[in-house]
């Protein structure tokens, strides 16, 4: 390399005592993490204040915030609400989360992120696929009983591993780990036959969405708040490609 390119480097010579000791007294109010790093704290009087908004309080406000918060999301133009530490106190007290979301575990679509909410906003229960079982059932019924929450959104995903796991075992008649075989038979049942290849997977990963909806949907107690016109059950799909959440009717 020619040397008269090389980028002058700076000589940094030792900060006079005062400086020293101005630069100690700023390190004390950092955390030690791990290796080395450090996290600086910020004070209490410089913390953001909460600043309360209100809450969704039907199914269709919790929708809109939900589509603003995706429409946040997949422009770039993330809030990250409700993670102040006026929040994070305030949530010591209690919690009132305006929806549940039953997604998949897959780590690409995270139901917090992908609709820009905070602490004590959503109530999510993941399971690969959506599957439910009799945890999720009363976990799903938890927060619409115990908790008043007006809507439960069932998020399936673009390329769910679960579907196509289940698309597969079923070409091929091949037993999975128990486990897994355990999902990929609840799914079974939502295979659309009817296609080929990815159009397949695509169709399935549809069908699962409104058979799980539908099953929910039929649960007595929730069924009852959905009589009442104080529950929403919806069925929603969440696009890797365009990282949007659409309607699955």
Known sequence: MNSENTPHRAVHHAPP????????????????????????TTPASAATPHTTTPRPGTAEEALRELAAGNRRWRTYCERHPDETPAVRQSLTAGQQPFAVVLGCIDSR?????VFDQGLGDLMTVRTAGEVLDEAVLGSVAYGVLELGIPLVMVLGHQSCGAVKAAVQADLTGEKMPAHIQYLADRISPSIDRTKEGDAR????VDANIRAVRS??????DLAARIAA???????ARYELTTQVVHNIA
């Open 229 to 235: 016109g104080e529950l929403a059950v919806v069925g």
């Open 201 to 204: 997977v695509d169709s399935t």
């Open 109 to 113: 679509v995270p139901p917090e992120l």
């Open 17 to 40: 005592a005062t400086a020293r000791r101005a630069l100690l007294r700023g390190l004390a109010g950092a955390v030690s993490l791990g290796g080395g790093l450090a996290l600086a």
């Open 215 to 220: 099953t929910l949907a039929a649960e007595p």
